[in-house]
């Protein structure tokens, strides 16, 4: 069956660095990757959606690659800050239905 | 950008009574609106796609007939519990596409925390 799995344990890292989150995916071939970003008692906010055939996409301080082969994308953010702190959803979806498929986030915790 | 109103954003509610979700496209146009469900620490679990004018399609373990889904207009999708149950009480989040968007990127609703007492 299809899986997506994140990194399962909260990442805590200081401010100032990179973060950065996995993302890996079995039995599925995803037309693009999406990644959001959803805070307590929120829904999730777009953040960067990347396609099959692109290898890294940037936004600001957001980068995210993805690697058809290994089945695995990377989100980071670097010179992270303590707004930055969330949870990070990637999603995968296919050119049919436009349905998205979750992963289970990646709780980030930035100190000051 | 486009925005998703969703309402309510909390109902505590008794067991057997029904209750109604709205959500709302507000600058946009969906024929398609998706209703995901989230329990604490875990993933958003799509529950149904909403199709505006025609039934919604339920994904598979989820009671038709206890989550009713309605998507009368381009900018209007209803999910009703009915009956509810302490088992459903949970996080419902609705999302969209833009109907003239080129990206499939969604638009989320803030969401409705559901208590069945």
């Known amino acids: 069956s299809q899986k997506i799995e994140q990194n399962s344990e909260a990442l805590n890292i200081q401010e100032g660095k990179t973060a950065t989150l996995t993302c890996n995916y079995t039995?599925?071939?995803?037309?693009?990757l999406q990644w959001y970003r959803q805070d307590p008692g929120r829904g999730p906010v777009f953040l960067l959606l990347?396609?099959?055939?692109?290898k890294e996409k940037r936004k600001e301080r957001l980068k995210v690659t993805f690697d058809t082969t290994l089945k695995q994308s990377l989100f980071h953010i670097t010179a992270s800050q303590p707004a930055d702190s969330a949870t990070y959803l990637c999603?995968?979806?296919?050119?049919?239905?436009?349905?998205?498929?979750f992963g289970q986030g990646t709780e980030l915790s930035v100190k000051p | 950008g486009a925005v998703v109103s969703q309402h309510p954003s909390r109902v505590i509610c008794k067991s057997g009574t029904s209750v109604k979700i709205e959500c709302r496209s507000l600058?946009?146009?969906?024929?398609?609106m998706f209703w995901y469900r989230q329990f604490p620490k875990q993933s958003l679990m799509l529950m149904a796609t909403?199709?505006?004018?025609?039934?919604?399609?339920?994904e598979q373990g989820v009671e038709k007939d206890k989550f009713l889904i309605n998507h009368a207009s381009l900018t209007l999708s209803t999910l009703t519990v009915t009956s509810a149950h302490p088992e459903d009480s949970s996080f419902y989040i609705c999302?969209?596409?833009?109907?003239?968007?080129?990206?499939?990127?969604?638009?989320f609703g803030s969401g409705t925390q559901l208590s069945v007492l």
């Open positions: 990347i396609r099959e055939n692109e």
């Open positions: 999603a995968l979806g296919t050119n049919q239905g436009g349905k998205l498929i």
């Open positions: 909403s199709n505006e004018g025609s039934k919604a399609t339920y």
């Open positions: 999302s969209a596409r833009d109907l003239g968007a080129t990206n499939e990127k969604l638009f």
């Open positions: 039995n599925y071939s995803p037309a693009y």
């Open positions: 600058d946009f146009q969906a024929t398609t």
